[in-house]
């Protein structure tokens, strides 16, 4: 038998019906993930401003919303003095005890509710353990608004709201961003600025054509689409996948037993900025006290008890706790506590990597119960005069 020979029109109908169907799945795929995984921009554009001698500020009495591709609308309000917290910026009432936060994005609740963060449910916590009203009042920015070295140059600001202690929330992010310092050329990004697919394809083409990089720009711009953004998140939706993932990646560089040169050189920035933050508590008068929060990969280490040769997830915890001591201020550690929880990973966002508000939930948990345990002499005598009541009655 002979086999039968395909028309000439099929040799062109069946390849372009193919790719038909592929640029329709694509789309809809594509189209799906743009209504799931979406941003409408950085609302640091709206609601802050850059002030070069005391670093970024948010504007004050100003609101503004913005949805990152996994986060839910978040809805960011700042009150009279330009900070995101549940607290009027206003005298403490008298016998209160007063926290001020300070710190960068996880500090400030970024990516969650005001409501749900652990800002705003620290002082519930504390008030329950030590017997009397506890305030905690959050002057944390995001992003370089928050680091070091900003949190030094707004240190006034911390003093006037007259705390009784100030709680620094530390991140890999922190230390890595010390010195951060602003430009007067610098200005924030506009996210909201949108054009054509077509036009996108067509400049990474000129771009790529000019560098020589095809491959790359293939590669930024399958990136820079929202099904890349969903197929990323449902990888790292599995902890096993996304620790593998991660510790490919140069963000697992301080988990590393030795480090980089360039990682040693941003602890040695931090130490720095350290000194000047706790130099500036300490002649205030006020106690300071920092804390490290770990990342997904990070809690996933140590809820697990295990982690590959060469790295170790309590290397820069011990680090910190030595620079922070060195200065003067008061080091708790919330980082064994994760071993007691099964799973931490889920947590936090699988790509954005921020806490969610079941994780600010569990730090409010964690520093709650780490700043009672003693290491605060403040908050010490408060459960001991509580008890002394008790056995009076």
């Known amino acids: ?24 799945i694509l789309t809809s795929t594509e189209w799906v993930a ?19 001698s005391t670093g970024y500020r948010g504007i004050p009495n100003s609101v503004c919303t913005d949805k990152e591709p996994e986060t839910p609308l978040i809805e960011y309000r700042f009150n009279n003095c330009g900070h995101r917290t549940t607290m009027e910026c206003e005298p403490k009432l008298p016998g209160n005890y007063r926290i001020v936060v300070v710190g960068s994005s996880v500090a400030m609740g970024w990516t969650v509710p005001e409501e749900k963060a652990f800002a705003a449910l620290l002082p519930a916590e504390l008030s329950l353990r030590v017997g009397r009203r506890i305030e905690v009042y959050d002057e944390a920015f995001p992003g370089k608004a928050g680091s070091p070295h900003n949190v030094a140059l707004r240190f006034n600001d911390v003093l006037a709201a007259k705390p009784d202690m100030i709680l620094w929330l530390v991140t890999s992010w922190d230390v890595e961003n010390a010195v ?16 054509s697919f077509l036009a996108r394809v067509e400049s990474r083409i000129h771009e790529a054509l000019a560098r020589g990089s095809i491959a790359e720009e293939i590669l930024d711009l399958w990136n820079s689409h929202s099904i890349s953004y969903m197929t990323e998140h449902f990888f790292y939706e599995s902890q096993s996948l996304y620790m593998k993932s991660f510790l490919m990646g140069p963000k697992a560089e301080f988990l590393r ?29 006020v106690p300071l006290v920092a ?27 011990n680090e910190l706790r030595s620079i922070v001591a060195r200065h003067g201020g008061t080091y708790i550690d919330i980082l064994p506590d994760f071993r007691d929880i099964p799973n931490p990973g ?31 002499p403040a908050l010490r005598l408060a459960t001991q005069s509580q008890s002394i009541q008790e056995q009076g009655r």
């Not at 490290?292 to 820069?316: E, N, T």
């Not at 889920?346 to 345990?373: F, M, N, R």
């Open 346 to 376: 889920q947590y936090y966002y699988p790509v954005d990597g921020h806490p969610k508000a079941e994780g600010h939930a569990i730090i409010a948990g964690l520093l709650a119960k780490e700043l009672t345990s003693g290491a605060v």
């Open 291 to 317: 804390v490290f929060v770990p990342g997904r990969a990070q809690a996933a280490m140590i809820s697990l008890d295990d982690w590959p040769a060469g790295y170790d997830p309590y290397k820069l915890d």
């Open 180 to 195: 951060f310092k602003e430009s007067s050329s610098e200005v924030l990004p506009d996210k909201t600025r949108k054009t």
């Open 34 to 52: 743009r209504r799931t995984f979406y941003s409408t921009g950085n609302p640091a554009r709206y609601c802050m401003t850059q002030d070069l």
């Open 1 to 24: 038998m002979k086999e039968a020979k395909l028309p000439g029109r099929d040799w062109i109908l069946i390849p372009a019906i193919s790719l038909i169907a592929i640029c329709t």
């Open 257 to 285: 037993i030795k480090p980089s040169p360039e990682w040693k050189e941003y602890l040695q920035q931090f130490d720095s900025a350290a000194t000047d933050v706790e130099g500036r508590a300490k002649a205030a008068g």
